[in-house]
């Protein structure tokens, strides 16, 4: 299942793909994969990206 809630998260602190990446410790292409539904990120990743873009874990990747 994609994640527009992770994309659009980024997209409102104007970061790219890469940006989030390189913040958080990852490629590119993971973010890529994350938000396209194509992986699913550790929980401890989950929590970088969260912090990362001031969201909390229910905001960005549970319904």
Same mark, same amino acid.
């Given at each position: 299942?994609k994640?527009l809630?992770?994309k659009?998260?980024?997209?409102m602190?104007?970061?790219?793909?890469?940006?989030?990446a390189?913040?958080?410790?990852?490629s590119?292409?993971?973010?890529s994969s &994350?938000e +396209?539904?194509d992986?699913?990120?550790?929980?401890k %990743?989950?929590?970088? &990206?969260? +912090?990362a873009?001031d969201?909390?874990?229910?905001? %960005?990747?549970?319904?």
């Amino acid at each position: 299942m994609k994640n527009l809630k992770l994309k659009a998260a980024r997209t409102m602190k104007d970061m790219s793909q890469q940006d989030l990446a390189e913040t958080v410790g990852v490629s590119r292409q993971t973010i890529s994969s &994350i938000e +396209k539904g194509d992986y699913n990120p550790s929980i401890k %990743l989950c929590i970088s &990206i969260c +912090k990362a873009l001031d969201k909390t874990l229910d905001e %960005l990747f549970w319904e």
